[in-house]
């Protein structure tokens, strides 16, 4: 087994890209708007602890030397996507962040079009390189990068430079399609001494991630086949690595043997969604198997079931843990971002861990966020009837962090479960929090006006099937601002969970354009970006509520309000 001293690391820059000459598209481009800036930014919606820069258009994290280190794509001139650098922030707690100077701009033949996504991994005794895809003409033909420290000593790494030697280390094949190859991974160093690494593509309608091996990690060979592929469209922002069977600790991207299982996920350029599979990566194949029970396509497992993408983990040596980093676009239009003169948040950085149950992974967000909790109150043992919303008043509820359980006396009124519904999100669509049930819709109401003219839902429902009980968790946009030209999503997720206790858990951080909400410990999570007009601020209310026949009881609700991060 290799341990390597190498300390895997990521940077979360957004995947590509671009609409014209048939190149596989991220981002439409608005050349009009995406130089506009703005004179004020607007504070009505912006977060107070997921990150964002003071102001334009953005789309993670390395731990060196005792430092967390944040890259990510942004718009030094406007708010809309356009005239992307690599900007970079630095951090002790992956909360508080300082800016530095953009480590990664436009400035070699080989990236003169762009700097786009990629990864970085730190190599034994010469620190981190990172790698990244670069835009060499106006074809958007891709090739992948890689920059260094300028010092290595500097604990901030603030400048980077780009090698001419051996730059770029990786251009396409004649039979891989060169303006679809992108978003190299972290590098791991396998048992024969060989570092490798994945990039992103497709041929025609199938994903893959084509696999290059390098003994000096400067000279890069294509393996003869990808390590894997499926018919799912474009794969973008892949990510590769290992998870303990049995445990919560992260591991070293490079750790092989019985006692892990390894993770491949894809961002998918069709759908605007991940997904993920558990399986097994033989080495000595160079290939990656999913298990048979981890479905490989567009209704694979996610890391969220909402406005999250692009994302990509890390391991962190200083805690043992590995990091999951995703980012959330805004819903609103782009003349809107212009106006606010912002765009984009980075979800709240989560640990990632495989469940007991060895189906799935959990996520959960990092144990440095409580650290910003504030005022608590509580509430226990408060009964639900049909129809009743009960606020939960004290706290901040435009900036607050919610813990609730939720307990009913028996599952007989449940609704009978279609086969047919296997989209959840259709499904919340169809079954929306104010559409009685038998057990459930149960749940918050939050970012609320105290009219409930707005407010953003995040609820159970509960349905009966012929050999188990399928549970639904929803948070709904449908009604969360009174503007009508926004993107309000019913976003939804299956919970695979064991009703034996009767018994479901929620947890929502709530920061004024952001609901993200983690179900049943982590099982289950969604992101939604939303924009009250009425519920804003200190108007802004929360409720527990419940539109089932059956009781709910709030057993127990812990809510703080949370204080604001130092983001500069």
């Known amino acids: 087994m290799v341990l390597s001293k190498a300390i895997t690391i990521f940077i979360a820059a957004i995947c590509l890209l671009l609409t014209n000459n048939g190149v596989e598209a991220f981002h439409k481009i ?58 970079h922030s630095v951090s002790k707690d992956l909360i508080n962040w300082k800016a530095l100077e953009p480590a990664i701009y436009p400035s070699k033949p080989f990236d003169k079009y762009g700097c786009w996504s990629g990864s970085a991994t730190i190599l034994p ?34 400048k980077w430079v780009k090698p001419d030697e051996n730059n770029p280390f990786v251009i396409a094949d004649l039979d891989v399609n060169g303006s679809a190859f992108r978003d190299p991974t972290t590098a791991w160093k396998g048992k024969d001494g060989n570092w490798r690494l994945l990039v992103g593509s497709r041929n025609k309608d199938k994903g893959m991630a084509y696999l290059y091996r390098s003994k000096d ?38 750790i092989e043997g019985n006692h892990v299982t390894h993770v491949l996920k894809n961002s998918l350029d069709m759908t605007r969604f991940e997904y993920y599979t558990l399986g097994t990566y033989l080495s000595k194949k160079e290939k990656y198997v999913p298990r048979k029970n981890s479905e490989d396509s567009w209704a694979g497992l996610r890391y969220d079931y909402g406005n999250f993408y692009a994302s990509k983990s890390f391991f962190d040596p200083s805690k043992n843990r590995r990091v999951l980093w995703g980012w959330a676009n805004e819903s609103d239009t782009k003349e809107d971002d212009v106006k606010k003169g912002w765009a984009g948040v980075q979800a709240i950085p989560r640990t990632v861990w495989l469940d007991s149950s060895e189906k799935q992974l959990l996520n959960w967000p990092v144990v440095e966020l409580d650290t910003l909790r504030d005022k608590k109150v509580t509430m226990n ?48 669509s169809q079954k929306g929090s104010k559409v009685e049930g038998g057990v459930g819709p149960f749940g918050l109401l939050t970012l609320a006006s105290i009219n409930l003219e707005e407010f953003t839902p995040v609820f159970f429902r509960v349905f009966k099937a012929p050999k188990k009980h399928v549970v639904l968790l929803c948070s709904d946009a449908s009604s969360s601002s009174l503007k009508s030209n926004i993107y309000k999503p019913s976003f939804a997720g299956f919970v695979d969970v064991d009703l034996a206790t ?27 970006r939303v924009y009250p007009e009425l519920a804003v601020a200190n108007q802004a209310h929360l409720f527990v509520f419940n539109n089932g026949t059956e009781p709910v009881t709030v057993e127990s609700l812990n809510a703080w309000s949370m204080k604001s991060a130092d983001i500069k």
Request: charged residues 20%.
């Open 30 to 87: 608005y050349p009009h708007l995406q130089s506009v800036s703005t004179l004020s930014v607007s504070e009505t919606h912006r977060t107070a602890y997921h990150f964002q820069p003071p102001r334009n258009w953005i789309n993670g994290p390395m731990y060196y030397n005792g430092y967390y280190h944040l890259f990510y794509q942004y718009n030094p001139n406007g708010s809309v996507w356009g005239n992307i650098v690599w900007a």
């Open 125 to 158: 005794d010469k620190g981190p390189v990172i790698q990244y895809t670069g835009i060499i003409d106006e074809k958007n033909t891709q090739v992948q990068c890689y920059a260094v420290p300028e010092d290595i000593n500097d604990p901030f790494l603030t």
């Open 217 to 254: 990690f400067m000279n890069w060979t294509r393996a003869k086949k990808p390590i894997h592929s499926a018919d799912t469209g474009m794969w973008e922002c892949p990510d590769f690595y290992p998870v303990l069977l049995k445990g919560k600790n992260g591991l070293d991207t490079s």
């Open 381 to 428: 043992n408060q009964k639900l009837e049909k129809g009743k919303h009960v606020e939960v008043t004290g706290i901040t509820a435009a900036q607050a962090d919610v813990e609730v359980t939720f307990s009913f006396s028996n599952l007989d009124k449940a609704e009978a479960y279609d086969p047919k519904w296997v989209n959840a999100q259709d499904l919340c």
């Open 502 to 528: 009767n018994k479901l858990s929620l947890r929502s951080l709530i920061d004024h354009s952001v609901v993200e909400t983690f179900g049943e410990g982590g099982k289950t999570n969604i992101l939604s």
